[in-house]
């Protein structure tokens, strides 16, 4: 027994030895990809000495005695820093991630084929001027160059995710950073999944409930249109849901998160300081490391500084010391989805106005990792790229012997928004900024703009021209053989919205809408929000002059306007009526919970019950409400619809009829359904978060899911490479928090202002700004989560464009000498 037990013991402790000898070559080769930041190179492609000196957030500030030398600079400190995130996303627009990923991402990868955006952005790259081109070409060599390092000194790859795939990283291109501005399109677009879901319950709904669900801006009129049904009388209706599944690595957006983002401007006369200013936060999924980038570039038309993405050359959001620009999502209705109908005898050939035409056809193969690789035949119409039928459900809408086409602004051969972006960059007033932005395609954005004596908003991206005969005005599906339904090119940029110097000298966009025209020159019928415009009227409002601080407290602002609306609508005949209940009822319970929410000034703040019982009692009644019309298309509806429920409870156009349950016999009222939601609500939030009411916490929720994209659900993993914390706020409130609204963990932070910047041309140089994890993509860099107890706090990091100032405060310095 006694040999056994020795035996035992020098087994474990040989594994437990081997074990610790296993992880510390791990750990070796793992943190031989954390750059040295102070150090000097010898590389190709600059014409003199370029320094990157990095402050103690690690924000790089780039100089070079040439543009293009800046320019090899940043793709130089991107590839440092975010090399594994930038070939993921390159992967991603080049539909090539299953040759790492396997059978997983084999749907992604065939849409991203058949959009053929990779194709179009190396097209695109002639159409840039010369300027920005040789930028292209100058930032891939910066990219190439650290590439090389890694390679030649065996630097762990360049990055911890490259052990785990062994797939060679190829070199940058001009086009990849195009292919990448491409790539931030699909994840801004909403319209081709609400042009699907609009059809789907035209089918079931009859018009007055439709607009119902799917309501309007409360004020755009909008005429009757044909019914989904009447175009298509084959097309059954259906509940189910046929979609491809939710994958981390799909940048196709979920319902509900397209693009949004908050921008804000005064003039020097609202301004404490005497100066404009200016304040942005674009609103994108949370994953970790975040998609932005901090950075300052000395260029020859003076010093940018702000958020870049990693792969492109661009402060996308920023200021030099002459103007600061910020961006918004604009919901500029830039999809059109097309029933495309088949010849009977030749199915190779669609219905046009002219007859029958061949499409456009190409076959493509796509690699799968530890499988035979999938040969797809991808065809084109007039229209646009033929879609599958999983993408959104559009299967459910085709009727046989069709197929559906996509137009898109986005899938333009000659998009000349990288040239207009560089201009944009490099422009010393309004004037030289709005002179850039027609050559702005697509993804459309609202470009909100400030020098030191003006302000302007204006919308930029290619505009759809459509007839004013179109049948369904782009809102829902329409035959694509039909003229009147094709685009007839875009419009002149002169049609885009400007807004410039405005009486009240405020300027703000929340992605409300922006303009009242009639079709067709309408921008969109769906705008991203309906709630937060309302809350920022009245911050601005109550100030005649606003500050710095003004703006950043607005941008950290988490009342809920929607609350503050809705709680007095759905529980006015709950609250106060009855006797005491006895204690551990059901009934009891609910009015302790009304009795919270009575005191409650509709503040989402992390540490208090009453969002988490105002959220969860929304979040069930309006299933409640809708699931006995909708069954399971009822799960395309799990974020709320404040409009929706608005008008039910205000019974506008008679909408309490979706109060009664059709199931039942009985009448049932809008506060039965309330009452009985609320006491669903407070049951599934017990069994979570114990009986204690008041202990619930919002936060223990409402957690900012900062989750890396491939190593986020591995087991062991996850523990060390997502960022987790507990936030404020909600998908209604200026400091957006968009709820996950599906599984398990439907009140988790998945959407939001994963930059932030405020800038004040009465004093530059206190301009802050912050981003939600930290520079480095290396989950073993100190610099991999420190900005995000930062921004989970609503703190800021200062940035100059001294440069004396960024070289007192250097706790690295990078110098890259060019060969002789």
């Known amino acids: 027994m006694v040999v056994l037990f020795r035996w035992l013991l020098r087994l474990f402790l040989g594994l437990a030895v081997l074990g610790g000898l296993s992880l510390t070559v791990v750990y070796y080769f793992a943190t031989r990809s954390i750059p040295d930041y102070s150090a000097t190179h010898r590389v190709s492609g600059i014409s003199a000495e370029v320094e990157i000196v ?59 084929r058949r959009l053929d955006l990779y194709t179009l952005s190396v097209r695109s790259l ?58 931030l399109g699909v994840q801004l677009s909403g319209h081709l999944g609400e042009e699907v879901i609009r059809a789907r319950l035209s089918l079931v709904l009859p018009p007055e409930r439709l607009r119902d669900i799917l309501p309007d801006d409360p004020s755009t009129p909008v005429a009757s249109l044909p019914r989904f049904g009447a175009l298509f009388p084959d097309v059954a209706p259906s509940y189910a849901t046929i979609r491809m599944p939710g994958d ?155 197929v559906a086409s996509l137009a898109w602004t986005l899938l333009s051969p000659a998009d000349t928004s990288m040239t207009a972006a560089m201009r944009l960059m490099q422009a010393q007033s309004v004037d030289e900024a709005l002179e850039a932005a027609p050559l702005f395609i697509a993804p459309s954005q609202n470009l909100t703009l400030v020098d030191r004596d003006r302000i302007a908003m204006q919308m930029v991206g290619a505009m759809p021209a459509r007839n004013a005969a179109h049948q369904t005005q782009g809102r829902i599906p329409s035959p694509g053989w039909i003229a009147t339904n094709r685009w007839q090119g875009t419009f002149p940029f002169s049609v885009n919205p400007a807004f410039t110097d405005p009486d009240t000298s405020l300027l703000g966009n929340t992605n409300n809408k922006i303009i009242d025209r009639p079709f067709p020159e309408h921008v969109s019928f769906v705008w991203g929000d309906t709630q937060r415009i309302q809350r ?132 049932e009222t809008c506060t039965d359904i309330a009452r009985i939601a609320l006491d669903d609500a407070l049951v599934r939030l017990s069994e979570t978060y114990g009986n204690n009411i008041e202990s619930w916490r919002w936060g223990d929720a409402h957690q900012a899911t900062h989750d890396h994209p491939v190593l986020g659900d591995v087991r062991v993993l996850r523990h060390f490479v997502n960022i987790r914390q507990s936030t404020s706020g909600d998908g209604d409130t200026l400091m957006r928090g968009a709820l996950a609204a599906q599984g398990p963990n439907p009140f988790f932070n998945v959407h939001g202002a994963g930059y932030r910047g405020v800038y004040d041309f009465g004093d530059p140089d206190s301009s802050v700004f912050i981003i939600a994890t930290g520079q480095s993509g290396h989950p073993l860099s100190r610099h991999y989560d420190d900005l995000g107890d930062l921004w989970r706090r609503g703190e800021y990091i200062p940035m100059s464009l001294d440069p004396d100032l960024a070289r007192a405060a250097a706790v690295g310095l990078t110098r890259l000498i060019p060969l002789e």
């Open 54 to 112: 990095r402050d103690n957030a690690n924000v790089p500030h780039i100089f070079g005695a040439a543009d293009e030398d800046v320019f090899f600079g940043l793709g130089y400190a991107h590839a440092q820093d975010r090399l594994w995130q930038m070939t993921l996303m390159r992967r991603t627009v080049q539909g090539r991630l299953s040759e790492i990923f396997g059978a997983r991402t084999l749907r992604t990868d065939e849409l991203m």
């Open 126 to 183: 002639e159409a840039q001027d010369a300027p920005t081109r040789a930028a292209l070409e100058a930032y891939s060599r910066g990219v190439n160059a650290w590439i090389a390092e890694v390679n030649e000194q065996a630097l762990g790859r360049g990055a911890p995710e490259f052990f785990l795939f062994s797939n060679e990283i190829a070199f940058w291109q001009p086009a990849d950073s195009i292919a990448l501005i491409k790539l």
């Open 248 to 402: 981390s690595l799909s940048p196709f957006p979920e319902p509900g998160l397209a693009g949004a983002s908050n921008a804000w401007a005064a003039a020097s006369g609202r301004s404490a300081a005497g100066g404009t200013l200016l304040a942005n936060d674009p609103h994108l999924g949370f994953s970790a490391p975040t998609v932005w980038y901090l950075a300052r570039l000395d260029l020859a038309s003076g010093g940018v500084i702000g958020a870049t993405i990693p792969g492109i050359p661009l402060v996308l959001a920023g200021r030099s010391d002459r103007l600061g620009w910020a961006v918004t999502s604009s919901y500029l209705d830039d999809q059109d989805l097309f029933i495309e109908r088949l010849n009977p005898d030749n199915p190779e050939e669609y219905e046009t106005p002219q007859g029958w035409a061949q499409f456009e056809t190409r076959r493509t193969i796509i690699r799968v990792a530890e499988e035979q690789p999938r040969t797809f035949t991808l065809r084109w119409t007039e229209n646009g790229p033929v879609l599958p039928g999983y993408h959104y459900d559009i299967g459910s809408i085709t009727p046989q012997g069709h």
């Open 536 to 667: 920022w009227l009245r911050l601005m409002q109550m100030r005649e002059v606003h500050t710095r601080d003004s703006f950043i407290e607005a941008q950290l602002d988490t009342v809920s306007n929607t609350a503050r609306t809705l709680l007095p609508l759905v529980g006015g005949d709950l609250w106060f009526t009855g006797e005491a209940a006895p204690e551990g009822t059901p009934e009891r319970r609910r009015q302790r919970a009304l009795a919270l929410l009575a005191e409650w000034n509709g503040e989402m703040n992390e540490h208090l019950p009453e969002p988490l019982i105002y959220s969860a009692w929304m979040r069930a009644l309006q299933d409640r409400l809708i699931r006995d019309d909708l069954g399971p298309l009822a799960d395309q509806f799990g974020r709320v619809e404040p409009v929706f429920i608005e008008r039910v409870y205000r019974n506008t156009g008679g909408a309490a009829a979706w109060c009664n349950i059709i199931q039942s016999s009985a009448q």
